[in-house]
């Protein structure tokens, strides 16, 4: 079944505003991260939070984990027309070898 | 680009026909991975292979064929495909599969259409 998955599928905001995203997964996790893509290319890694952490920042980015409620948000301040992309969640089980799963993703659209 | 670079970009192919996808990572990875993306479907981890070992076969039909020579190079043969194969393959790199935290580099991915 789907580990992570992100809220909403889609959003559009106007330029400037704050873009937040969600991400709900089901298992225990060793890490979150996430992903931007811009259409029809790869995945760029954003921003990783382990589990021991609650919130972290990069830039205008800001990242919140709660293992309680297994969820994450991802919130972009200031928003531009440049971080129009789809936004993924994925998250690092904690047993066995190391591997991603990543959810159906946000597409996200700035209006200028 | 990204130090993963992924030929070719574009590939349309019959059902018959033999193809293969090639992938490359400059950046000293030990870990690489194939992964499908079709439309309104959330990715999907195909193969993993660690230290030129699969440690990951999702249960991926045979018509796929991964090929690992070294730790820079993976390949994905495809043959007698399905229209319903047809998706974005994203090929990424990390520096291995039980250093911890993985953080995986992608390249920019494989456009496959199959008529």
């Known amino acids: 079944s789907q580990q992570g998955e992100e809220d909403p599928q889609a959003l559009s905001i106007q330029e400037g505003e704050n873009a937040t995203m969600n991400c709900s997964y089901k298992t225990s996790i060793n890490n979150l991260q996430w992903y931007r893509q811009n259409s029809g290319r790869g995945l760029v890694h954003l921003i990783l939070i382990r589990s021991n952490e609650r919130e972290k920042h990069s830039g205008r980015l800001r990242v919140t984990l709660d293992t309680s409620k297994k969820s994450s948000s991802l919130l972009i301040t200031a928003s531009r027309a440049a971080d129009t992309a789809s936004y993924f969640c994925?998250?690092?089980?904690?047993?066995?070898?190391?591997?991603?799963?990543f959810g159906q993703g946000t597409r996200l659209t700035i209006n200028p | 680009e990204t130090g993963v670079t992924q030929t070719p970009r574009h590939l349309v192919m019959g059902m018959t026909n033999k193809k293969s996808l090639k992938c490359e990572q400059h950046?000293?990875?030990?870990?690489m991975y194939w992964y499908k993306q079709s439309a309104k479907k959330p990715l999907e981890l195909m193969f993993v292979?660690?230290?030129?070992?699969?440690?990951e076969n999702n249960s991926v039909p045979s018509r796929f064929s991964p090929e690992c020579p070294n730790s820079s190079h993976l390949f994905l043969h495809l043959h007698t495909l399905q229209p319903e194969d047809s998706a974005l393959y994203l090929c990424?790199?990390?520096?291995?599969?039980?250093?911890?935290?993985?953080?995986?580099?992608f390249g920019a991915g494989s456009r496959l259409t199959v008529l």
């Open positions: 990424a790199s990390s520096r291995g599969q039980f250093s911890g935290a993985n953080v995986l580099t």
């Open positions: 950046l000293g990875h030990n870990a």
């Open positions: 292979y660690n230290f030129k070992e699969q440690t």
């Open positions: 994925a998250t690092g089980l904690i047993q066995g070898a190391q591997k991603l799963v």
